[in-house]
């Protein structure tokens, strides 16, 4: 499973590339505005600094909500970096700009998808990444996981190649059940991901180990 961080801080970003399993970065308007990214040059310049961080893909919302919009701003924001990966949002004229952009070899990411009928026609439409928003799902009592299985099941079902970007991960119990159920990628913050890396055996056992060590080679 590919880890993508899901934030617009620098610094957050570059601990999870030091930490060195970070395939990716997703941001959103909102994460953006958190960190007091506004302004078009801004924005641009802030995707440059992310791929200039990491490795991998880097997604980047479109702000039109109309087909030529979104087609201007997508190629805008493409031509940027090749790590860029066009963020749509899921409605019709996204999915039409997801096909668009897929015959033209550029990747996209269909966002705000709550349904497995929605993540069916972004990956009809050639759509790179589909994210499905499994915490917000859980806000409203609807079980975030299970939407993940569905698609997932779809998709096997019709070896579909788009990949399901498990998003709105709010935890590091998200993290592994999205793994077990084989979820392609995941979105989460930075404490989902140094979540995973906690056990207290682990601390007691090398603090054990560390004092034997000690007690040896006084
Ligand atoms: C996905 O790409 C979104 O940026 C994100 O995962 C939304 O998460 P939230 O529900 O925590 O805002």
Redesign the pocket.
Known sequence: MKF?I?TANLDQIREAQALGVLDGV???P??MAKEGITGKENIINHYKAICDIVDGDV?A?VIATDFEGMIKEGEELAALHEQIVV?LPMIADGVKAAKYFSDKGIKT?V??VFSAGQALLAAKAGATYV?P?I??LD?ISTDGLNLIAEIRQIFDNYGFKTEI?A????HTMHVIDCAKIGADVM???LSSIKGLLKHPLTDIGLEKFLADYAKGNE
Do not use: C, H, M
Request: proline share 4%.
């Open positions: 993508f899901d997703t941001t959103n909102s994460l997604s919302e963020k990411n966002t705000l994210s928003f915490g917000r806000d970007l998003a709105s991960v709010r979105t989460g913050p």
